[in-house]
């Protein structure tokens, strides 16, 4: 179920019972945070409450939620090199074997080692890609395409605050100390053979105008999907990475000639406006139709 998904909207794992409900009714996907949004001491408590939240997302318990409204969960975990790692994946790992957890988070993953040390526990539960490293340092960019080729890898993804600070980014708004970080993770991604990256959150929750600009930047360098951080960014989210109607109408034009292509045997042909049709255009264009039809 991991497939390239519009928004994964986190939520803290302090407020389980309250929030995934109705998760379940607004987003695509959803990160259940067990890092940065619960503190340490309560950490063991919500660990404990994990199987009975997802119920009650699920509408097993609650029915308010449709059973067919079934949204993909991934768990952000803590780091690979803390102490609370061990314990969230003893916890996490049940679900992720029965399918109500469909894949892990890895913060500050910082080498491809940090990724085979997770798998080495998390394939006992799940043995398929399912790893989603979160980049959010000058050293894991430096080893991006290493961490996003390591097995066990679903796609790889920054983490732009915590990458902000270890780079001494001025947090004035602007993206332009992110840009090579930001084709780095996507040039590693693709050349992995893996999903779009999902972008980072965008911090400032009423400011849709900027989140829909900031999403528009952000799908011309190759990202798709958009994690948030409050149910009234995903409209703006789904909205600003859909394919355009003229996007899809081209898409659609260029899968018709290429049906045609196939019957006449032709490696190549032209639109009706001039344009070439070859494998790698034919490509691009099924990329969009299924993006739209997602």
């Given amino acids: 179920m991991l497939t390239e ?27 259940i945070d067990l890092e940065d949004a619960v503190h340490p001491s309560a950490r063991a408590g919500v660990r404990a409450l994990l199987p009975a939240a997802l119920a009650t997302m699920a ?49 500050k993953v910082e ?26 340092s000058a050293l894991g960019l430096r ?29 004035d708004g602007s993206d332009s100390g992110l840009l090579l970080a930001r084709l780095t993770v996507v040039q590693a991604a693709r050349a992995a053979g893996l999903p779009s990256p999902v972008a980072s959150v965008h911090p400032h929750v ?17 990202f798709y999907g958009r994690s948030v951080i409050h149910p009234r960014q995903v409209p703006v989210v789904r909205s600003a990475f859909a394919p355009r109607t003229e996007e899809l109408r081209w ?25 070439f049709v070859d494998p790698a255009i034919l490509r691009q264009a099924q990329l969009i139709h299924e993006r739209a039809h997602a």
Avoid at 5 to 31: C, F, H, M
């Fill in 5 to 31: 998904i519009a928004t994964w909207l986190y939520v803290p794992g302090g407020r389980l019972s309250e929030l995934l409900p109705k998760a379940a009714r607004t987003a695509d996907g959803i990160v």
């Fill in 111 to 136: 080498s491809p080692t940090d990724v085979s040390r997770a798998y080495a526990v998390s394939r006992r539960s799940l043995d398929q890609p399912h790893l989603v490293p979160l980049i959010e």
């Fill in 143 to 171: 080893h991006a395409a290493e961490i996003a080729a390591e097995t066990g890898v679903h796609s790889i993804t920054l983490g732009e605050s915590d990458l902000r600070a270890d780079l001494g980014l001025p947090r």
């Fill in 59 to 107: 509408g097993e318990t609650s029915p308010g939620v449709r059973e067919d409204r079934r949204v993909p969960v991934v768990v952000r975990v803590n780091p690979v090199a803390s102490t609370d790692f061990a314990a969230d994946l003893a916890a996490v790992g049940p679900l992720l074997a029965d399918g109500r957890v469909q894949g892990i988070r890895l913060p």
């Fill in 206 to 222: 009423t400011d849709l105008d900027g989140l829909r600009r900031s999403c528009e930047r952000l799908r011309q360098l190759g």
């Fill in 251 to 275: 898409a659609t034009e260029v899968i018709e000639r290429a049906v045609a292509m196939d019957h006449a045997g032709s490696a190549a042909t032209t639109l009706d406006d001039g344009s």
